[in-house]
């Protein structure tokens, strides 16, 4: 089980409240992490990242085991703290504009 | 007795204003989708219940959503808007190609006559169309892909197709507003345009009569009268007889001749509003009077409707797509600023009061009227 923290903004969109759960069955990745995030949700497709490029949006970020994880490809591991769900991978909008 | 509604975005939300008939007493609801920037929302003319709202942030990208009671519960519907085939470039703001890239959608424009048809207009400038009550978006890449498309150059608040006027005596007609590329019309649904600019003259392009590159903020028709079109330019009020084809200036007396909105009164075809703005440097009302201007020949005689509206330190803004007329007995007019209020006159613009001052910067004003 994949823990992952959203932005409020997408909480709200997504309908949710505090951290998500997904399951992959395969390697965890920041790909795989999203495709199960937007398969269960789909409302939040193109608002991680662009839906034809696959790309990051610019202002999202991803955090996890105090690390900035955002320049990862998105087929490498994720850290095996995030793939055995003791730590969560954290979705953040950064911190621009007023 | 009949109710208004009348459907705000903002820079941080969505708010929906209703009233009954008399328009004295309004409630005020929302924000909806609080914190993110609404760029327009829009009621289906065939099904009043049925809204449709553009949602966007830079953090979070494009979101439709969709109301299908008419704004007390939403749904986000399809955010696809994938260009049709390779799309290319246009020019960039210092004349070099650019790829066209989708940034949002700025315009949503419900089918007069199919609660489930609406298009979506969107920056980089394109038109969409979706059949499915939202879900699924395409493009309409005949308006993209003309002759004239890579020369097409952002305005100041980027590349946007932000005005979709469709005709209801002919639903093969369609006009659409580029800024800052100029009017297109199409005569069979969306499939071919052409640009229907001539008699446009803007000093800031190289050629000033070009047949295309001209910024033009708004153009407004009356429904039974479709032939006629009244447009705000970046400078200058202008009017077409010939549905686009020729135009010719209709400034007359206005103070300045710079603004965003212009729409027509519900029942006079010749009756025509603006909000002269100082400058396309200064976006605030000449000497900080806000004053709506109101034409009953259709155009070139104006007169300045100032009765509720501030005269004096004033310095607020009327963006394009935030004003609108409803179709009651005596025609409201309502506009929104960038200052948070929300204007409304029941008497065709005699007089104004504010139905809220302090809302988030207002993007677009519509109304709805209900039985």
Partial sequence: MIRVVLPAHLRTLAQVSGEVQVQLQGPVTQREVLDALEARYPMLRGTIRDQVTYRRRPFVRFFACEQDLSHEGPDAPLPDAVASGAQPLLVVGAMAGG | MSQVRVLVG?????????????RDQWTVNGPHFAGWEIYHVKG????????????????????????????????????????????????WYDGTPHPWEFARVWHLEPSLTDPDTVYAGVE?????????????????????????????????????LHTILLDPTDPARIFIAISAAGVFRSEDAGTTWQPVNRGLRSEGIPDPNAGVGHCVHRIAMHPSRPDVLFMQKHWDVMRSDDRGDSWHEVSGNLPTDFGFPIDVHAHEPETVYVVPITSDSEHFPPDGRLRVYRSRTGG???????????????????????????????CGVYFGTTGGQVYASADAGDSWSPIVRDLPAVLSVEVQTLP
């Fill in chain 2, 300 to 330: 070139n005689e104006w007169e300045g409707l100032t009765a509720g509206l501030p005269q004096k330190d004033c310095y607020v803004n009327v963006l394009r797509d935030a004003m609108a007329v409803d179709s009651l007995d005596s």
């Fill in chain 2, 124 to 160: 980089d400038a394109g038109l969409f169309r979706s059949t499915d009550g939202g879900r699924e978006w395409r493009e309409l890449s005949g308006l993209r892909r003309h002759d004239s498309g890579s020369s097409w150059q952002p305005g100041a608040g980027g590349m946007c």
């Fill in chain 2, 10 to 22: 903002t820079r941080k939300g969505a708010f929906i204003l209703t009233a009954d008939g008399t």
């Fill in chain 2, 44 to 91: 289906s003319p065939a099904d009043p219940a049925r809204l449709y709202a553009s949602q966007s942030t830079s953090w979070f990208g494009q979101v439709v959503q969709r109301s299908d009671d008419g704004g007390r519960t939403w749904q986000p519907v399809g955010n696809t808007f994938t260009y049709d085939g390779v799309p290319g470039t246009h020019q």
